[in-house]
C-alpha cells in the first residue's frame, strides 16, 4: 500500500460532428405495436444483421438478456456497425432502444423519411439502456436501424434491441418477453444466505435475481440462494424472467433477514463496515499491536502475507518489530478482536508482494496454504492486494476452492490500483466479478494514481470527492452490489506518496454515493445506500497522526443509511 504507482498521463479528447445525448424516454405501448426487429436478442447469431468488414460477433458473456449478445470491435478505420432494415409503417412513430455495454456505443435509426437519429453513450461498465424515438415518412416501410463503437476503441456489446411500434407488415420475432414472475418467497435464512424460490414462467429461459435493485445472479431454474450477505441485516429481494427476447419487468420485492452470527470464529461483517490494514513491520508509523488498534475498525488486514518457492503457496511470519512475546499472544490479539465483533483478515501481496497464482497446481497451493493459515492464526479470511498482477481465472479457482474450505463465515476483501478497475474486461475486475458470489467488499485504492475516467467518461484528478465518486461510480455500475465496494485512502499525508484527503472529503463522498448529498461537480443518477464502507492505508498511520482518520471516518460509516 505505502507504495509507489505509475502514473496514467493524458486525457481522452473526442471530436463529435455533433452533440449527440443519451435519452431515457418512457411511452406507452400500444395494443398494436410490436417490436419489428428481427433476432433482436442475437440468439440466432448474426442471423438478420450486417455487421461491417467482420467487425461483428456473438458472444456468450456478458449478455442482458437470454444467452448471447453482440460484440461489435472496432478498428482504426471501422466503428464496427451492425445494422438492420426493418419493416416499418408510414407516418408512425417508433421508440428504438437496446441495452448497451462500452465506451462510445452508438444506436441510430436512419432512412426514416424524415428526421434519422442516433444517441450514444460515452462509457458504460455495465448494461445501459440507449433510447430515442423516430418518425417514418409518409411513403416509408423500411428503416436502417444500427448500432456501431467508435474508431480505435475497445469492443462494445449490444443485446435486446427493440423497435417499438406498428407492425409494417414485416412482424416481430415469435419470441415474446416472458411475464412478470409471480409468488416471491424467502425460505432459509443464515447468517449470510437466503434461499429464494418463485412460480416457474412460460417461455423463460432464466432469471435475474436483485438485491436492493441491483443484479446480484442469474439462474435457469425458478429458485436461487444469495450469498455473501452480512449477518442480522435485512434485505430487499426481486426477480425478473429472461428469454432471447429480452428481460420482464421485476416482481413485487420481498423482504428477508439474515440470522445472527453463530459466533466462534468471526466473520461478521456489518452492513456499513471500516477496514484498515495493520502493519506486520516497522516503516516508521507507529508500531501497533492489534490490539491497540482502535474499535472504529471492523475489518483488519495483517499485513503481508508471504510467497514460498511453491508456486501459489503462501506463509505468514510474525516480524519482531511489532512487539510480540510470541504466536500465541498474536493469536490471543486476534480472538480478543473477533470476540468484539471485529473480523481479522491476512492479506496477501502488497507493493513487494510476489505471489503467482496462473494455474490450477498454483490455484490449488493458494487455496491450501491460505486455508491453512486461517487454522493456524484464526484468521477470519483474505484479502487480495497483488499489485504486480493477478489472472483472473486461475485466482477465482483459488477464492472458489478456498471458500469451500472455510465456509460462509468466509471474509474475502480486495484491494485493487484504480488502473485495475478502469473496465470489466480488467482481470482484477473480472476476478471480482468471479467470485462475486462470496466478495465481501473491493476497497480500491484512490491515491498513488493519478488522473482517471470516472463512469460518465470524463477524467478526473486524484485528491478530490469528484475522484472517489466518479470512480466508485464504475464498480457500482459494473456489475458489484453496492455492499461489496468500499473507499480506500491514505491515514495521513504519510501514508502514500499522492492522493492523500482531509477525511472530510471521505465523508462527503461517502453522503455523495448513498444520499445525493456533499457532491462535487460529478453526482452519480442514483445513490447507493448499502455502500459498505471506507478503507485505509494503515492503522498504524492513522495512530501515528492521532486517529483523526478513524475518529472521523469511524461514525461517518457506521451512521450510513
Not at 455473501?228 to 413485487?252: C, H, I, P, R, W
Amino acid at each position: 500500500m505505502d507504495r509507489a504507482r505509475r502514473w496514467i498521463k493524458g486525457a481522452l479528447a473526442v471530436t463529435a460532428a455533433a452533440a449527440l445525448g443519451v435519452t431515457a424516454l418512457a411511452t406507452t405501448a400500444q395494443a398494436a405495436d410490436i417490436n419489428v426487429a428481427k433476432n433482436a436478442g442475437f440468439e440466432s447469431d448474426l442471423s438478420n444483421w450486417t455487421c461491417s468488414a467482420g467487425t461483428g460477433s456473438v458472444v456468450g458473456s456478458p449478455v442482458h438478456g437470454g444467452a448471447k449478445a453482440l460484440k461489435g470491435t472496432p478498428t482504426a478505420q471501422d466503428t464496427a456497425q451492425c445494422s438492420q432494415a426493418v419493416a416499418v409503417k408510414p407516418n408512425s412513430t417508433y421508440t428504438l432502444s437496446s441495452w448497451v455495454q462500452g465506451s462510445y456505443v452508438y444506436l441510430g435509426a436512419s432512412g426514416t423519411g424524415t428526421t434519422d437519429v442516433s444517441t450514444w453513450t460515452p462509457v458504460s461498465s455495465g448494461w445501459q439502456q440507449l433510447s430515442t424515438t423516430f418518425t417514418t415518412g409518409a411513403n416509408t416501410t423500411s428503416v436502417t436501424v444500427y448500432t456501431h463503437g467508435w474508431y480505435g476503441q475497445s469492443a462494445y456489446y449490444a443485446d435486446d434491441v427493440s423497435v417499438l411500434g406498428p407492425d409494417g407488415g414485416g412482424g416481430g420475432d415469435p419470441v415474446v418477453i416472458p411475464a412478470v414472475p409471480a409468488g416471491l418467497a424467502a425460505g432459509t435464512a443464515t447468517s449470510s444466505s437466503v434461499d429464494l424460490s418463485w412460480n416457474p414462467v412460460s417461455g423463460a429461459t432464466g432469471y435475474n435475481v436483485y438485491r436492493d435493485g441491483s443484479k446480484v445472479a442469474s439462474v435457469s431454474g425458478a429458485s436461487a440462494t444469495v450469498t455473501g450477505l452480512a449477518a442480522a441485516t435485512s434485505y430487499s429481494f426481486q426477480v425478473s424472467a429472461t428469454n432471447s427476447a429480452g428481460e420482464s419487468a421485476k416482481s413485487a420485492a420481498v423482504t428477508a433477514r439474515t440470522a445472527t452470527s453463530g459466533g466462534g470464529g468471526g466473520g461478521t461483517v456489518p452492513k456499513h463496515a471500516v477496514t484498515g490494514y495493520w502493519q506486520n513491520f516497522n516503516n516508521g508509523a507507529t508500531v501497533q499491536k492489534l490490539r491497540d488498534v482502535p474499535t472504529q475498525y471492523d475489518i483488519i488486514a495483517v499485513s503481508f502475507a508471504d510467497a514460498t518457492s511453491t508456486p501459489g503457496q503462501i506463509s505468514f511470519t510474525l516480524d519482531p518489530a511489532v512487539g510480540y512475546a510470541s504466536a500465541a499472544d498474536f493469536k490471543a490479539d486476534i480472538a480478543a478482536k473477533q470476540a468484539a465483533g471485529k473480523s481479522v483478515i491476512l492479506s496477501v501481496g502488497g507493493e513487494k508482494g510476489s505471489v503467482s497464482v496462473n494455474s490450477d497446481a498454483s490455484a490449488t497451493a493458494f487455496a491450501d496454504s491460505a486455508y491453512s493459515l486461517m487454522q493456524q492464526y484464526g484468521f477470519d479470511g483474505i484479502d487480495i492486494d497483488l499489485e504486480n498482477g493477478l489472472n483472473s481465472t486461475y485466482m477465482s479457482k483459488a477464492l472458489h476452492q478456498l471458500s469451500a474450505k472455510a465456509g460462509a463465515k468466509l471474509v474475502l476483501t480486495m484491494a485493487p490500483q484504480t488502473i485495475d478497475m478502469q473496465s470489466t474486461s480488467g482481470e482484477y475486475f473480472k476476478t471480482a466479478l468471479n467470485v462475486k458470489d462470496i466478495l465481501t467488499v473491493v476497497n480500491m485504492q484512490y491515491y498513488n494514481s493519478g488522473s482517471m475516467l470516472g463512469c460518465d467518461g470524463k477524467v478526473y484528478s486524484q485528491g478530490s470527492v469528484d475522484f472517489l465518486t466518479a470512480l466508485a461510480c464504475i464498480q457500482l455500475e459494473g456489475g458489484l452490489d453496492p455492499s461489496q465496494v468500499g473507499l480506500g485512502v491514505p491515514a495521513s499525508t504519510r501514508g502514500a506518496g499522492s492522493g492523500y484527503v482531509d477525511p472530510s472529503v471521505v465523508n462527503n463522498a461517502l453522503d455523495c454515493l448513498t444520499r445525493g448529498t456533499g457532491c462535487g461537480s460529478f453526482k452519480p443518477a442514483r445513490t447507493y445506500p448499502g455502500l459498505r464502507g471506507a478503507m485505509t492505508w494503515s492503522t498504524n498511520w492513522d495512530a501515528t497522526a492521532g486517529n483523526a482518520w478513524s475518529n472521523s471516518v469511524g461514525p461517518k460509516v457506521h451512521s450510513l443509511p
